[in-house]
């Protein structure tokens, strides 16, 4: 993806997103994290469903694909939030797609809401093709937080939160500190904080995203 309005255009669906996240509840919201094996997809989909159904009282269904090898194949996580019943447990149409990878986005980057958020990890995903999408370094902003880029899929959870609310920040803190392995509780956290800290300065640099 090239041109200088791709930001924008990406800040006003997070804005619309976020907007209408918990009003989309009503029904339901659909999340699908893609990336590649060993980059935390399956877990960062256990952890926001965690947070969602444990700590702030919603409905959650978390399921969840790998690829063909354990690490390096296509990885799949796909979470469905409401505040009623869930009467479908898969993705059918994502309101939010996360592609940590190229070959996610390849993939999925069709099969999101004309009114859904496409996040890409702009380290690992050169060529978007959509406009609709927000690119974001998740991966360096997690190294630079905790030198360790396998804390970039909670950093990205960070950010989904942070841009639309769809969890508290209270209840992804627990989850993640449930759920990451003991003794990277701490590390694990500042990797989340600093998702938090980049959806706050992408709101103020793009002031149009909370706007409404």
Known sequence: MSGENAPETGARAARDDRREARRELESRYEV?????????MILAGVI????????????????????PEARGGASRSEVIIAKGEIDYPEVTQADLLLCMSQEA??????????????IVDSCNVSRVPSHRAM????????ERATSRRITASITALGLIAGLT???????????VSDRVPAGTEAVNLQALAAGFAEAERLREELPEMVRG
């Open 32 to 40: 699908r994290l893609a990336g590649e094996g060993g980059q935390g």
């Open 48 to 67: 926001l469903a965690e947070a969602a159904a444990v700590y702030d009282g919603l409905n959650a269904v978390q399921t969840q694909s790998y690829g």
């Open 165 to 175: 609310g769809l969890v508290t920040r209270q209840a992804l803190e627990k989850a």
């Open 105 to 118: 986005c390849e993939k999925y980057y069709g099969q999101v809401k004309e009114d859904g958020l496409i």
């Open 135 to 142: 690119p974001v370094r998740i991966t360096d902003i997690a």
